[in-house]
């Protein structure tokens, strides 16, 4: 009997430099490791990742955190089955830092080399963690990502709408600046609007009269300036409670449209007649205990199962990169040395382009 399919992964499209092992185990992967090294202090005084810092830093980390993951692993290169690597969408500059890295040890040992689209990375990680069948729905929300994607096949995506400007991530992280609060935003900014009346200022619910799956949450930020600058002039100075309730008016407008996007392309995805429907959902922003919580209520209501990953998961690591390399190796899908790294790469290449690229980069 051969061994099972074990992969490395290597993952470094944004500001995570990451490495992986992944093996194969009946339906879903056990992770043999996962390291993942993030460049938030070297960003920090910027606002944003500088593309030329972040391309730097995942030159100088990519082959440490692969030794890192094979000595966790316990295996050595000739152990593995080959090699996966992000081959975009994402900064180019650290995008190349991995594939360039990837191609070096695929062409000394000979492994077979797979090229993973970023974003499949994310849509297959319920099937990492819960072998969760197709077809299923995932919404993809992070600072860099917000789409809603059926997954017909670990190489077959439909989306049905996404972002047209901000990724919600983003905007979180915009308000946690004008209030004053750390980034990354969305973690203070949660935190703060435990406390705060979501009722006190009004935000609008973006695009909700438009049919459809496409979002728009930059507006969401130029309502949260002026009702900051109204409580501001009303106080003389902007007092704990003013930016509570903030905190908590603008997390409720952003639940609200992901809530009622979500309803839709539910109903899109259940026209398929799935056998087992399920809604996923991944990135940073899933982390946030009141969008998730409103997520899962919906899922509730409209009997279909909901999965969210733990969040290691849900944010950029390598782990869901080896997988994705994994599903594609079994379909015999590999690359040869001339695999090139790609800024922009829709996972859906027959959905009109959306508009937005995200602070963090050019995505799809
Ligand atoms: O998936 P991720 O680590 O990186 C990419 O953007 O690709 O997501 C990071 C984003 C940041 O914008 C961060 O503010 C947001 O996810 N985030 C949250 C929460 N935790 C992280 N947003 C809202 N609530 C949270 N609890
Ligand atoms: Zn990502």
Not at 61 to 88: N, Q
Not at 232 to 260: K, N, S, T, W, Y
Not at 299 to 304: I, Q
Request: some cysteine.
């Amino acid at each position: 009997m051969s061994a099972p399919l074990t992969l490395l992964g290597i993952e470094s499209s944004c500001d995570d430099t990451a490495a992986a092992v992944v093996r194969l185990a009946g339906d879903r992967g056990l992770i043999l490791s996962s390291v993942v090294a993030g460049q938030t202090a070297l960003h920090a005084a910027y606002g944003g990742v500088v593309p030329e810092i972040a391309a730097r830093a995942h030159a100088e980390r990519v082959d440490l955190c692969i030794e890192e993951a094979l000595d966790k692993a316990g295996l050595g290169l000739a152990d593995l089955s080959g090699i996966a690597v992000t081959a975009g969408p994402g900064l180019i500059g650290g995008v190349l830092a991995g594939v360039m890295c990837a191609k070096g040890i695929a062409a000394v040992t000979g492994l077979p080399l797979v090229g993973v689209n970023h974003l499949a990375g994310h849509a297959l990680t319920p099937r990492l963690t819960d072998g969760l069948r197709f077809p299923y729905l995932i919404l993809l929300v992070s600072g860099g990502h917000c789409q809603f994607l059926i997954v017909e096949d670990a190489v077959s995506f439909t989306r049905l709408g996404g972002t047209i400007d901000d990724a919600p991530g983003e905007a979180f992280d915009k308000t946690a600046k004008l209030l004053g609060l750390p980034q990354p935003g969305g973690p203070a900014v949660e935190s703060e609007a435990r406390t705060g009346d979501p009722a006190r200022f009004h935000f609008p619910r973006p695009l909700l009269d438009r049919d459809g799956c496409d979002m728009s949450f930059s507006g969401l930020k130029t309502a949260l300036l002026r009702a900051r600058d109204q409580a501001v002039a009303e106080r003389g100075g902007l007092a704990i409670q003013d930016r509570a309730d903030l905190c908590a008016g603008f997390q409720a407008a952003v639940r609200d449209v992901l809530v009622a996007k979500s309803r839709r392309a539910i109903a899109r995805y259940l026209e398929l007649a799935p056998a087992e429907p399920a809604f996923a959902v991944a990135g940073g922003v899933a982390a946030n205990s009141a969008v998730r919580a409103a997520l899962e209520t919906l899922c509730t209501r409209e009997g279909v199962r909901f999965l969210a990953p733990p969040l290691p998961l849900c944010t950029d690591n390598a782990a869901m990169i080896a997988w994705a390399g994994i599903e594609r190796l079994e379909r015999g899908l590999t690359d040869g040395l001339d695999l090139s790294a790609r800024p922009r790469w829709p996972l859906d290449d027959r959905a009109a382009p959306l508009l937005g690229a995200g602070k963090k980069g050019a995505k799809a």
